[in-house]
């Protein structure tokens, strides 16, 4: 095994390696259900499952590390033309919990992150419909290659590079706290929802778009969605109706890009199931795995090509070995026994009901918001005009950090001033408590400097 201190590791990662993401000196070493410690032994409560939600089961499940263990004396790669039980053990696994009408009547291309499932995606939307565009909302975020990113609206993530020929962007999901319209809920028919249709007819070349992709409530963009818990007095199921009885007008496939929202996350096995939201399309990655990378582009089978079945058409060459899909049936398995997204509704039920309070005990939350656990707690100078807390949000973050507990925050180059909280789906409530104690107190701090 591989030895050596904090200093030693925090040197040779800044003299090698590129993060990408930023660079935190904690020097990581184990960790076990939703704590991780460092080098020196300091524990740290992990509510963000190191990578928006990616350790949806925890960490070092034995249930996943048998399942590999077992695997990984067996063989760890193969040409992903040949036919292996491991991957069609998954296949099986994921199909019985697709979310309708995909359950058991899917296929789906497996490969290793969310950015390779959404390329997937896009791809297959392409090649059935014969049409070349693509529409997605203003603050997403569908992965981090040269074509995904022209799927993003906000430019300092695309910054240096250009937008993909026909991919468009329309106002985000019922985002009442900041409604692009203007409106106020009952009252603006929701005009959000109406905004795909708009492009549709006047934004675009007649018949053109083969895909509309969503994320039920935005990931990196700032979680925007249901603000009270509660999606039934929100407008999310009628915005979600309209949104699909427009692609149908117009055949348009509708994607719903789980990476983030699914697995048990939203307190229902995909986030789509939450607003009854029925995908031609979904993916799936993060949590998917267990903590090893897997991801999968699943798609209704009657929408299949012959020529996708067994010609060549697509390859990512790491993805569906045999290791990792021993992770992700251990992952699956673990989804349905133990109830997890049951785990989560309850859990996130009990988490808002505490934090939503926030919004009146503290001046610098302007809104809670979020599903399951999957929460947002918005950041603002103000509440009156609402203007972004960024520099306080960051704050915030490190004094979590410093107090040992991770969570996430929104990128400063897209929305800046969201704090998420995505916990493992099995956290205990002792250590839920604990958590939203230390957040709490890093608020107050902040605030008390502002």
Known sequence: MIKMT????????????????????????????????????????DFLSQTAGVLGIGHTHPKMVAYVKEQLEKIQHVLTGFVIPPRAEFGEKLAAVAPPPLTNNCMMYIACGGSEANETALKMAMLITGKKEVISQYHAYHGGTLALMGLLAQAPHRKGFLRYPGF???????????????????????????????????????????????????????????????????????YHKIIRETCDKYNVLY????????MGRMGKNWGCMVYDMKPDIFTT?????????????????????????????????????????????????????ENLAEKAKRQGERIYKVIKEWENTHKIVGE??????????????????????????????????????????????????????????????DQADKGIAIIEEAIKEVEAKM
């Not at 993060?19 to 939703?34: E, N, T, Y």
């Not at 994607?255 to 929202?261: F, N």
């Not at 699943?298 to 993805?319: C, N, S, Y």
């Not at 490190?398 to 800046?416: F, H, I, Q």
């Open 168 to 238: 468009h962007n329309i106002p985000a999901t019922p985002y009442c706290y900041r409604c692009y319209q203007g409106k106020k809920y009952p009252d603006c028919d929701h005009e959000c929802a109406r905004q795909l249709e708009y492009h549709l007819k006047w934004g675009v070349e007649e018949d053109s778009v083969a895909a509309f992709i969503q994320e039920p409530i935005t990931g990196n963009g700032g979680h925007m969605g249901p603000n009270d818990n509660n999606h039934e007095k929100e407008p999310d199921k009628v």
């Open 285 to 337: 990655a993060k949590a998917l795995g267990g903590g090893l990378p897997v991801s999968a582009a699943v798609i209704r089978k009657d929408l299949v090509p012959e020529k996708m079945k067994e010609a060549q058409w697509h390859i990512f060459t790491m993805g569906g070995s045999p290791i990792t899909m021993a992770a992700g049936i251990a992952a699956l398995e673990v989804l349905v026994e």
């Open 255 to 262: 994607i719903s890009d789980e990476v983030q929202c699914g």
């Open 6 to 45: 904090t200093e030693q590791a925090i040197e040779k990662s800044k003299k090698w390696c590129l993060h990408g993401w930023g660079f935190i000196p904690i020097a990581v070493d184990s960790a076990k259900g939703a704590v991780f410690k460092d080098l020196n032994g300091k524990e740290y409560l």
């Open 368 to 429: 809670v918001r979020g599903e399951g656990l999957f929460i947002g707690i918005e950041l603002v100078k103000d509440k009156k005009t609402k203007e972004k807390a960024i520099d306080a949000a960051g704050a915030v973050f490190s004094k979590c950090l410093e107090k040992g507990l991770l969570l996430g925050v929104s990128a400063v180059g897209g929305w800046g001033n969201v704090l998420k909280l995505k916990p493992p789906l099995a956290i205990p409530d």
